[in-house]
């Protein structure tokens, strides 16, 4: 089991960058395959980036790709989210989730998720 906890949420404006970080506990992280999810008011819970066990592949939502990425340090059990050239439609709440058994883009199919961080961009 792993527990996460994510952080660098918060207010900036479009054009913008902001670091999410997600902590995980245990010591079986690089067993889990990590992903960011994001959720908007009024709006299901979308996929935003996937990263696989070592780091060495990634995949990302065509709405992000090209303005985020996503990495892990396995060693310090920390997953991130670079977010660069925000855009107000980029508000949600940004979710980090762990999957053990494989590298998916499906929010069904992640196994652990935390609490989430706030991220808002104003225009």
């Known amino acids: 089991q792993v527990q996460l906890v994510e952080s660098g949420g918060g207010l900036v404006q479009a054009g913008g960058s902001l670091r999410l970080s997600c902590a995980a506990s245990?010591?079986?992280?690089?067993?889990?395959?990590m992903g960011w999810f994001r959720q908007a008011p009024g709006k299901e819970r979308e996929f935003v980036a996937a990263?696989?066990?070592?780091?060495?592949?990634?995949t990302y939502a065509n709405s992000v790709k090209g303005r985020f990425t996503i990495s892990r340090d396995n060693a310090k059990n920390m997953v991130f989210l670079q977010m660069n050239s925000l855009k107000p439609e980029d508000t949600a709440v940004y979710y980090c989730a762990a999957d053990r058994t494989r590298f998916t883009t499906a929010r069904a199919k992640y196994d652990y998720w935390g609490q989430g961080t706030q991220v808002t961009v104003s225009s």
């Open positions: 990263i696989t066990w070592s780091g060495s592949s990634t």
């Open positions: 245990g010591r079986t992280f690089s067993s889990y395959v």
